[in-house]
């Protein structure tokens, strides 16, 4: 049994928990290889790669597993509830608390089909809620790579909602193509967002 729910919901997105026995890691591979479509748009920014072949992802899913039942984070998969593309992997979501800190960061990856839909807003609704009144923590983080203005505008929007704050620049604080970058820090605590959570 893990500390984290194996399966949520949003108003239009099932979040299933990452893991061996739910997830079929040769469909994860099918969107995340090196050759898939729009790859290089969705890992512009990012801190991964792409698979360069099944056991990659096999790999990746079942050490998902593993820290999901550890209570180390928790990696779901998106798929919309309805629509045209119901059912279909959208993308990954992610928190991962520093329980030493009380804090948790956010951490999201969509398909080009599913981008400018309000998923990321959307989930990281999901995820506060889960990491301020589940996992009892204090505050919640996500940053983004300087250049990445899709991300830059959803984060914003989100955090403007619930009355969080831009912290600003993290220097050398991640590594993308084996090259370290900058990153934009947010952060929304407990309180901002009980006072601006929805009713």
Partial sequence: MSIFPAEMESERLRYE????????????YEHARADAPDIEAITEYVTWDPYENPKDAFDWVAECG????????????LQPMEGDRAGE???LAGLEPDWDRRLGTLGVWLRTPFWGR??????????????????????????????????RRAIESYVERFGGRKEG???NDIVVDGQPRDSIRYSISREEWERNRSP
């Fill in 17 to 28: 928990r990452l893991h061996p026995e739910t997830v079929d890691p040769f469909e994860l």
């Fill in 66 to 77: 593993e820290r999901f039942e550890a209570g180390e984070d928790a990696i779901y998969v």
């Fill in 89 to 91: 992997l959208a993308g």
């Fill in 118 to 151: 309000g998923y990321s807003g959307e989930r990281a609704g999901r995820l506060l809620e889960l990491a301020f009144d589940w996992l009892d923590l204090d505050v919640v983080a996500v940053t983004h790579d300087p250049d990445n203005e899709n991300s």
């Fill in 169 to 171: 620049r993290i220097r």
